[in-house]
C-alpha cells in the first residue's frame, strides 16, 4: 500500500480513537451520534467537576456560602456558647486530618455531590459516664463503604465494611455508623446518587469539545483533508503519478508540520475539506448552553460563576439571594438536621443558625420587619407574636410596655460653622473671587 494511502488511513485511526477513548465516555464515528456515558462513580464525578471551569466554580460557591453561615448550638431555648456538640463537630476529622466546622460542611455538601450521601464514624469509649455518647467524629468517603452488612434473618443494617488506601478493610458496626442518604438512589435504596450526576451528561459534552477542540489545535485528531485528482476526461492517476505526488507531500511536510497546512501537488487537483469550521459547530453556544445546565444542577445562578451575557448590578443581587432561599439554606437546614440526629441528639441539643446575621438577606429582613411593624400597629398579630415570627423571644407584657414609653431617640445637635474672614464669602466661590477682581479692574477712576 501507498505512503499516501498508509497516511490517510493514519489520520482516520488518530480521529477515531479520539472520540472513542473511554475519559471521553462519548463515541462519534460514520455512523453518527452515539454517546455512551459511563457509570456515575464518586471518582468520576469528582474528576470531571474538577476539570470543568464551570462545575468547579459552581459548587465552590455553593460550599464557601454553606460554611460562612452563623451557625447556634441551643440547649432548649438557651444558646449554648460552648457547648459539647460543637466541640466535638470542630474536631471532625478526614483521611486522618483535622477538618474544622468550615471543612466538615463543605466535605459533607461535597460527598452529596459525588454520591448522594455521607458516613460519620462515630466511636464511643468503651466505659465511663459518657460510655454512649461518641468521642469522636471520622468522616468516610461514600465510595471506600464498599457493602452494607445485614443480618440474613432480620434483614437489619449490622455493620459497614470501610476499605482504605492501601487496600484494606475493617468493619464498622452499625452503632457507630451514621449514613445519611441526601439523594436517594431509586435503583439502589441502600445509597445514595450525586446530585452532580445530572449534570454528567453536560459534563462529558463539554470535556469533549475541549479536547476536540485541542486535537482540531493541533490537528492530531482528524485529517484537514484530501487532494482528489481532477483530470476532466475520467482518467486516473498512474502508479508513477502517484509516486511523484507522494514525493512531494513527504518534501514538503516536515517544513509544513508546525503549521498543519494543506499543501500544493503538482498536477490537477481539487482539495476535499473534511474538517469543520469553528462557526459552523457552534462550540462556543454548546458551552455556554452546557455550562447553564451544570448551574442549573448546582443551584447557582450563572451569572455568580462567570456568565455576563445578562449580568448587571440588580440581577446580581437577585441571584445572590435566590442562591441563599434556594440552595444554600436548604442545604443547611438538611445538613444540621442530620447532625442533630447523628450527635446533639447525645447532649440534649439543637443545631440552628442565624438568618438576620447574612448579608445577602439584610434586605429581605428589613422588609419582612416592615410588614411585621404594620400588622402589630393594625391590630392583626401581637407583639410576641411578630417576636416569634421573627424568631425572637418573648418579652413580659411590662418590659413591652416599658419599651412604648421610651422616648423616641433624637440625632444630636449639628456643630456650628466655624466663622469665616472678611474675605471667606469670597473664597467660598471661585466665581466669587473672579468677579470681584474683575470689577476693581474695570472700575471709573476719578
Known amino acids: ?13 488518530a480521529a477515531k480513537s479520539v472520540f472513542t477513548a473511554t475519559t471521553l465516555g462519548a463515541s462519534l464515528w460514520f455512523r453518527g451520534l452515539t454517546a455512551s456515558w459511563s457509570s456515575a462513580s464518586y471518582a468520576r464525578v469528582a474528576r470531571m467537576r474538577i476539570r470543568n471551569a464551570y462545575a468547579a466554580r459552581a459548587t465552590r460557591v455553593v460550599y ?51 454520591s448522594g450521601e455521607w458516613f460519620l464514624e462515630l466511636p464511643r469509649p468503651d466505659g465511663g459516664p459518657n460510655r454512649t455518647r461518641p468521642a469522636l467524629v471520622i468522616v468516610h468517603r461514600p465510595d471506600r463503604v464498599s457493602e452494607i452488612l445485614r443480618d440474613p434473618r432480620t434483614d437489619e443494617i449490622t455493620g459497614y465494611r470501610v476499605s482504605n488506601r492501601r487496600g484494606g478493610s475493617r ?17 439502589d435504596e441502600e445509597r445514595g446518587i450525586g446530585i452532580m450526576t445530572s449534570a454528567l451528561r453536560a459534563l462529558d459534552r463539554m470535556d469533549a469539545a475541549d479536547t476536540w477542540n485541542a486535537s482540531l489545535s493541533q490537528s492530531g485528531g482528524r485529517v484537514p483533508g484530501f487532494w482528489k485528482p481532477n483530470l476532466g476526461d475520467g482518467r ?84 445572590r439571594t435566590a442562591l441563599y432561599l434556594l440552595t444554600v439554606l436548604p442545604r443547611l437546614d438538611a445538613i444540621l438536621g442530620a447532625l442533630e440526629d447523628a450527635v446533639a441528639v447525645h447532649w440534649g441539643e439543637t443545631l440552628t443558625y442565624n438568618r438576620d446575621a447574612i448579608e445577602a438577606l439584610q434586605e429581605d429582613m428589613t422588609e ?11 391590630g392583626l398579630v401581637t407583639p ?19 419599651i412604648r414609653k421610651r422616648p423616641a431617640p433624637t440625632l444630636p445637635p449639628a456643630p456650628e460653622p466655624p466663622a469665616k474672614s ?23 477712576t476719578a
Open 1 to 13: 500500500m501507498s505512503r499516501f494511502a498508509d497516511s490517510i488511513r493514519a489520520g482516520f485511526a
Open 64 to 114: 464557601d456560602n454553606l460554611a460562612s453561615v452563623p451557625v447556634i448550638t441551643k440547649k432548649g431555648d438557651k444558646e449554648q456558647p460552648r457547648s459539647d456538640t460543637m466541640r466535638l463537630l470542630d474536631a471532625a476529622a478526614f483521611d486522618g486530618r483535622r477538618l474544622g466546622w468550615a471543612g466538615l460542611v463543605k466535605t459533607l455538601a461535597r460527598h452529596e455531590d459525588f
Open 171 to 187: 468493619i464498622v458496626s452499625a452503632e457507630q455508623m451514621h449514613h445519611h442518604i441526601a439523594e436517594p438512589n431509586p435503583v
Open 236 to 319: 486516473s492517476l498512474t502508479q508513477q503519478q502517484v509516486a511523484e505526488a507522494e514525493a512531494v507531500m513527504d518534501a514538503r511536510i516536515d517544513e509544513r508540520q508546525a503549521a498543519q497546512k494543506p499543501m500544493m501537488l503538482s498536477g490537477n487537483f481539487d482539495f476535499v475539506d473534511t474538517s469543520i469550521a469553528p462557526k459552523d459547530a457552534e462550540f462556543m453556544a454548546a458551552d455556554r448552553e452546557a455550562a447553564r445546565r451544570i448551574c442549573i444542577v448546582a443551584g447557582v445562578d450563572p451569572a455568580l460563576v462567570g456568565d455576563a451575557s445578562n449580568r448587571t448590578y440588580s440581577n446580581l443581587k437577585e441571584a
Open 368 to 378: 419582612k420587619y416592615r410588614r411585621y411593624i404594620g400588622a402589630v400597629a393594625g
Open 384 to 402: 410576641n407574636e411578630a417576636r416569634d415570627e421573627l424568631g425572637w423571644d418573648e418579652i413580659a407584657d411590662a418590659e413591652m410596655n416599658a
Open 422 to 444: 472678611a474675605l471667606g464669602h469670597l473664597l467660598d466661590s471661585p466665581d466669587a473671587v473672579f468677579d470681584a477682581a474683575l470689577a476693581r479692574l474695570t472700575a471709573p
